[in-house]
């Protein structure tokens, strides 16, 4: 999936996760977006970052760990958005295990 089209296929669960969640919260569509746009820039610069400095610890949970580091990067990215908000670390890793999980869905088709 082209860059663009993640931006905007994560913008819109964004808002459709934010509407099923009572612990998500986004006011806007443009948070949604500008906050899907963040979000790529810090899995782009950021997690290769942590991702390398967690790996004894990836190693040791099979793998697991890797969707810890996926909540903290939306966790980042609603400490830097405002509008964009999570009521626990909790909601934040079950938000972004549900859309890494739909992000794959929709790579996998595309390819």
């Given at each position: 999936?082209?860059?663009?089209?993640?931006?905007?296929?994560?913008?819109?669960?964004?808002?459709?996760?934010?509407?099923?969640?009572?612990?998500?919260?986004?006011?806007?569509?443009?948070?949604?977006?500008?906050?899907?746009?963040?979000?790529?820039?810090?899995?782009?610069?950021?997690?290769?970052?942590?991702?390398?400095?967690?790996?004894?610890?990836?190693?040791?949970?099979?793998?697991?760990?890797?969707?810890?580091?996926?909540?903290?990067?939306?966790?980042?990215?609603?400490?830097?958005?405002?509008?964009?908000?999570?009521?626990?670390?909790?909601?934040?890793?079950?938000?972004a295990l549900i859309v890494s999980a739909?992000?794959?869905?929709?790579s996998s088709g595309y390819e």
């Amino acid at each position: 999936m082209k860059w663009w089209q993640r931006i905007l296929a994560n913008t819109i669960i964004f808002l459709a996760l934010a509407g099923f969640l009572d612990g998500f919260m986004i006011s806007t569509w443009a948070t949604a977006l500008i906050a899907a746009i963040v979000f790529a820039g810090l899995n782009l610069f950021v997690k290769p970052i942590l991702v390398l400095l967690s790996l004894p610890i990836t190693f040791m949970t099979l793998g697991l760990f890797y969707f810890v580091i996926n909540g903290l990067m939306l966790w980042f990215t609603a400490s830097l958005v405002s509008g964009f908000e999570f009521s626990s670390f909790w909601m934040a890793l079950v938000v972004a295990l549900i859309v890494s999980a739909l992000n794959a869905f929709l790579s996998s088709g595309y390819e």
